[in-house]
């Protein structure tokens, strides 16, 4: 994903960014620290997505940060299980599948 930065004319990728045993939100205050924009943070997974250029991507690899330049987000969901019928329903309590 090329982006024009509209202040500098310099080219802007999507970077995912993350670093071992450092927590999303302060992952966040090292993009900011370089001037990272349009941040977004999965604090589960202690990934941040953010607009960098390719200056911006160096400095946070020095500091130890994974950058992977993203192309494109791909949402996958597996459910956790398949339920095909209800097999019988107790009325007078809970419900049971089987």
Known sequence: MNIMNKKTSEQVNRYSVHRNGLPAMDVVNEILSVGGEKIVSANKLKIVFANLTKAQADVLK????????????????????EISTMTRININKNFTCR
């Open 62 to 81: 020095s500091r130890g940060c994974f950058i992977k330049c993203v192309d494109k987000v791909k949402l996958s969901i597996k459910p956790v299980c």
